[in-house]
């Protein structure tokens, strides 16, 4: 599977006015779940903290890739999202996120 057949201009909100990590993952989840990549939105949050508590998701350079592996999920795809403001998130570099990916962690990019 190309990176070119999960990518779906549906779920990218460049233009997110997300203020929080809680926020901004909810806003993704939920593009996901009209888009039809997700059927529960809560459950796939629950899914992205459970895989929180094993590292830190904020890579630095102002980016987190919270994910998880989730039931949740009827079909890969990756929601992205920008902010203008930065969010206070754990991260490696410790700066602020302003740009957010969310996907499903077992897909396999060629």
């Given at each position: 599977m190309s990176f070119v057949?999960?990518?779906?201009?549906?779920?990218?909100?460049?233009?997110?006015k997300s203020t929080s990590k809680d926020e901004a993952i909810r806003h993704l989840s939920d593009l996901l779940k009209e888009a039809g990549y997700i059927a529960d939105v809560e459950e796939f949050v629950?899914?992205?903290?459970?895989?929180?508590?094993?590292?830190?998701?904020?890579?630095?350079?102002?980016?987190?890739?919270?994910?998880?592996?989730s039931d949740s999920v009827t079909k890969i795809?990756?929601?992205?999202g920008r902010c203008e403001d930065g969010i206070?998130?754990?991260?490696?570099?410790?700066?602020?996120v302003r740009k957010v990916g969310t996907w499903k962690n077992n897909c396999q990019f060629k």
């Amino acid at each position: 599977m190309s990176f070119v057949n999960i990518f779906d201009k549906k779920v990218v909100d460049l233009n997110m006015k997300s203020t929080s990590k809680d926020e901004a993952i909810r806003h993704l989840s939920d593009l996901l779940k009209e888009a039809g990549y997700i059927a529960d939105v809560e459950e796939f949050v629950s899914d992205i903290y459970l895989r929180e508590k094993e590292g830190i998701i904020g890579i630095g350079e102002g980016i987190a890739i919270p994910h998880g592996k989730s039931d949740s999920v009827t079909k890969i795809g990756i929601a992205v999202g920008r902010c203008e403001d930065g969010i206070e998130w754990a991260s490696l570099d410790g700066k602020p996120v302003r740009k957010v990916g969310t996907w499903k962690n077992n897909c396999q990019f060629k």
